[in-house]
């Protein structure tokens, strides 16, 4: 979901619901809390010690496409700078091109924001209005800028972990230097960044008559650079002598609704295509979902990345797209908020089961890992004697760097960690299936069925949000590493 941006996690639905749920003191009885502390104790206990079983990876990972500015700017206070008044009728729209548009979407989420708890990504196609809105945010003084991009945010993290990385993205050489030096980034510099606005609301804040049910974010754009994938022949380059053990592709939401020449689109995600054949089989290629309003852009993603991928990431709202879509041709937009266990892992069979059947003519491959994300789990489903190892400490590293991620902080408070996910679960909605217990002193539940492990570990969540932009990114990216080794 995302910008260029960034690829949340689903941590800004968050926000109201735990508090009211958590902080409510005639909920819990002491007993309760004490019987809760204990088993956040052990849980936490138990995720940090597979996370300290393993050595740190020394692999080599390439990574595409996208790189901007992230500008973070309070909604409420650019709406007062351009003067934006609430519009009488709100109305969604896919690209935005006036004013007009702008206040009747943002109207839109306001008025609809229950039911969609992820940020939105819309393209501004209009340059006067797009330097309007940027010069406004930059003049705030609350107004933050960062690196953003799937790809950049991967490769800081798994050069944070230890890996060799390979970038394929180009921002500007002052951005460039705030990557780590294990990065090299392939793109040439560009004289402008492609910036991202992410104009963020809390649950609450009003807008003329309207009021946020919760907090969210809206995301415009104006890409230049991101939706063409110029660094694509770059990377096809470069993969040859680098010889990476991974290659990840992400990015992609970028060419969400862009206005390109006629079936230059295509062109580009064939291009991709062909990188990902000339792949040697030995490189695993995961690729990092994201959300798609386009529905073509989507079964072209499908049919030119999905089927030359091993591995697919992806957060609870991107499953029943996928799923919709490899089943139906659409997509779906509504999506449950706090996903099931039972259901979700219905639904990863379901994928798994498809793509296994892919025909491997012509470069495509069979997955071998998929990898979902939730603010209540993580849950990674790998082929049995498939090149993925370390299905469970890969969970338990996913679920403690969610939690890191968005409290900010490296040491887990258990003061600002909540456990969500019931002690208990079903494997399936099918009946007869099997309940597992989670065992506090190994929290994470493996189990095996047909030619696959399904690994599943409870999420620690972070009670004091310090940042939720590009959480989905790093929690991908910190599973993923492990698995490479
Ligand atoms: C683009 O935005 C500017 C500033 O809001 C506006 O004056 C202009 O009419 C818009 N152009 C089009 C083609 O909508
Ligand atoms: C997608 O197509 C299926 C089958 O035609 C239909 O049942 C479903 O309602 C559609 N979903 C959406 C979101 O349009
Ligand atoms: C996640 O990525 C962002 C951007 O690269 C970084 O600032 C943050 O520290 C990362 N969080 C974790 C837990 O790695």
Known sequence: MFSCSWKSASVIALGAMLLAYFYNPSMWSRHDDEDQAKRLDQIL??????????????????????????????????LEKVNLAAPDIPKHHNSVDTMDELAELLAYFFRHGAAAEYELLRYVSNDTLFDLLTKASTSLPETKSFLGGNAPVMARRMANEGAEVILASRFTKELKET???????????????????????????????????????LIVHSDNSNPYLDTLELLETEIKTFKPQALVVGGLQMMDNFPYKEGYRKHRLEKLRNLLTATPSKTSIHFELASFTDEKLLQEIIENVVYYSDSLGMNEQELPNLVSMLTYGNISLAADAYPRIAPVL???????????????AGGKRQITRLHVHTLAYQAIMTTKGSAWKNTMHAAAKASLTAHRHVC?????????????????????KAQASKRIL??????????????????????????????????????????LLVQVQ
């Not at 079983?53 to 996208?66: D, Q, T």
């Not at 069979?349 to 025909?359: A, E, F, G, W």
């Not at 065992?439 to 030619?451: A, F, I, L, M, T």
């Open 438 to 479: 989670v065992q506090e002193n190994r929290p994470v539940s493996c189990w095996e069925e047909d030619d696959f492990e399904i690994c599943l570990a409870p999420g620690l969540v972070c009670t004091e949000v310090v940042q939720t932009a590009g959480g989905g990114d790093n929690i991908s990216s910190a599973g």
């Open 179 to 217: 990557l780590p030096e294990a990065v090299k980034v392939l793109g040439s510099d560009l004289e402008e960044n492609d910036i991202h606005i992410l104009l963020e609301y809390s649950t609450g804040t009003r807008w003329g008559k309207y009021t946020a049910p919760r907090a969210n974010r």
């Open 346 to 360: 219905d639904q990863m069979r379901l994928v798994y089961n498809l793509l296994r059947k892919t025909d491997t």
């Open 408 to 428: 900010g902080s490296k040491y887990i408070d258990q003061r600002k960690t909540r456990l969500i996910m019931d002690e208990s679960f079903t494997t399936s």
């Open 45 to 78: 206990t138990g995720l940090l010690r597979a996370e300290k079983g393993l050595e740190p990876p020394k692999a080599k990972v390439a990574l595409g496409f996208g790189g901007c500015e992230d500008l973070v700017v309070n909604a409420k206070d650019l």
